[in-house]
């Protein structure tokens, strides 16, 4: 007999629920406690097969309706999200562990999202090209690109299935979205809310399963036309070969290690109150995160110290709970990540200052950690955290931090602090990544591009050149 307490979480195939009917299932746990709180039914190959199939007419469908309309009906789920923030919240809250505060922006950031998605989606012209033969028209015409597989991960599961949902939809696609099976239940609730608000059903589908399984088949089938993943470099290359083999256009949003300059000039009591904060965001689970901070020897112990103060004075504990500030990590795995990384660390000649365990008891526990005199050789400089650890190197000059800075093969966010124009502009020009910040480390925002270069990505997500990653050009030449 089943626990009444754990809720069933079904596929969404063609607007109907798809569950049981002998079917795997696998449990989805509360990060903060260790406990099973529901079930999710795996896809089958033939529903993937089916989605697959489904998404071709719900592209055929969807893609006659006016970017006019698709941005009335994205301008309504973005409504539905906002007045129904507190459901979408706690569900985030208790399958990825976050805090309700956490939760709540993401779901209002996603809510704008989608909404400024729908109006750029009336903005994808075409262009006219000046012919160079007479009685003669040439155009460029843009036409989405057709059925989309997206896969989201477990670390912002509103956010990144709303990025993947959105651009798809606005740019006149239909898509199939496979949300990571951790924290499944807000990306269906979010699915049905396109679904109210007159997205056909057929042209947004919702699949759980084995992850391999489902990439594999999705990328194969003949109605695919694009991929859009978001999740590890390692399984980026994975898919990066299989959408080789069959020709598909693809964007990848992979890891990162977000490398901070911190120069002697730099504002060190602001820069330490915004480093803090940004760190410890999502207990550290963010491709953006703050990771390796080269800090000019001049400031470093100041530096050092009253971040370490910062750190210890956070709260740690259950996302529900208001007290919290930084929530358990998302899955037992993590913990072991932070736990080999740091102890690698210290091999390493690296000092802890703070933090460096988890806690007793359930559920998936980190402290906020602080380790200094990281050497380069350990792994923690070389690969990519996703937790809420923070190791610190002292530099002697700005060209000692670039090449520190540039010398993993990621390239997403980069952060520096100065207060030279000379300064900043040497990092721009030096720094190799696809999202610079400069004195800051504000969140992406859905009318800038979010690209990574190198290991970290392929492609852009958000702004103008998001949606155009979801169109083909066509290129037409009309006489007479
Ligand atoms: N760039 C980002 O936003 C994210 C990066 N990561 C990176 O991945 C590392 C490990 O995360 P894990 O979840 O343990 O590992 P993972 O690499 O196995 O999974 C990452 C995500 O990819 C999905 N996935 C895995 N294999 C897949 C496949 N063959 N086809 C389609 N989707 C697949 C998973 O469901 C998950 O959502 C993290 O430490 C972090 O470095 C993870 C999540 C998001
Ligand atoms: O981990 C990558 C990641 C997660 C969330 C976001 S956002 O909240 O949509 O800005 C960006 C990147």
Redesign the pocket.
């Known amino acids: 007999m089943r626990d009444n307490h754990i809720y069933q979480v079904p596929l969404l195939i063609n607007g109907q629920d798809v569950t049981g009917e002998g079917r795997e299932r696998r449990p989805i746990v509360n990060p903060a406690t260790g406990e099973t709180i529901g079930e999710l039914t795996l896809a089958s190959v033939a529903d993937i097969d089916l989605a697959a199939e489904t998404a071709q007419a719900g592209f055929e469908e969807w893609r006659r309706r006016t970017p006019l309309e698709r941005a009335n009906i994205l301008s309504v789920v973005a409504l539905a999200m906002r007045s129904d923030v507190e459901r979408l919240a706690s569900l985030l809250t208790s399958e990825q562990g976050k805090t309700l505060k956490e939760a709540r922006g993401e779901v209002l950031g996603s809510a704008d999202l989608v909404q400024w998605l729908g109006e750029e989606g009336k903005r994808v012209y075409g262009r006219v090209v000046p012919s160079r033969f007479s009685n003669m028209e040439q155009l460029v015409l843009l036409d989405p690109v057709g059925p989309v597989a997206a ?1 989201s ?3 912002y599961p509103i956010s990144l299935a709303a990025r993947k949902i959105g651009h798809a939809l606005a740019a006149g696609c239909s898509v199939v979205i ?1 949300p ?2 951790e924290c499944p239940s807000a990306v269906l609730a979010l699915a049905r809310m396109f679904h109210a608000a007159g997205v056909p059903p057929a042209a947004l589908q919702v699949l759980f399963g084995h ?2 399984q ?2 594999e088949r999705l990328i194969a089938s003949p109605h695919i036309r694009k991929i859009t ?4 470099t ?2 980026g290359r ?2 990066a070969t299989l959408a080789g083999a069959a020709l598909k256009k693809v964007t990848f ?4 290690h977000a490398p901070v300059i911190v120069m002697d000039d730099a504002d060190i009591d602001a820069f330490v109150e915004a480093a803090v904060a940004s760190k410890y965001r999502n207990a550290g689970q ?2 953006t995160s703050p990771s390796r901070f080269f800090v000019h020897e001049r400031v470093y112990q100041r530096t050092v110290d009253a971040f370490v103060q910062r750190a210890k004075a956070l709260t740690v504990g259950n996302g529900a709970d208001s007290a919290t500030d930084m929530g358990p990590l998302a ?1 037992g ?2 913990v072991s ?1 932070m736990e080999e990384l740091t102890h690698d660390a210290l091999t390493h000649g690296g000092r802890i200052l703070t933090g460096g365990a988890g806690r007793s008891g359930a559920g998936y526990f980190w402290q906020p950690t602080v380790l200094a005199d990281v050497s380069a050789e350990a792994r923690l400089m070389r690969e ?1 955290p ?1 937790g809420p650890v923070a190791a610190f190197q002292p530099v002697a000059s700005l060209d000692d931090a670039l090449r520190a800075a540039n010398s993993t093969e990621y390239g997403l966010a980069g952060y520096a602090f100065t207060s030279t124009i000379e300064g900043a502009r040497r990092i721009q020009e030096g720094l190799r990544v696809g999202i610079l910040g400069l004195n800051t480390f504000t969140p992406s925002v859905p009318e800038m591009p979010f690209a990574g270069v190198r290991d970290s990505g392929i492609g852009a997500a958000m702004g103008y050149e998001g949606l155009m990653e979801h169109m083909n050009v066509k290129a037409v030449f009309r006489a007479g």
């Open positions: 896969f991960a477990w670390n496979k990571a099976e992850p391999a489902v990439s993943f978001t999740g590890s390692s399984v994975h898919l949003e992979l890891g990162g963010i491709c899955q795995r993590r990540a990519e996703f």
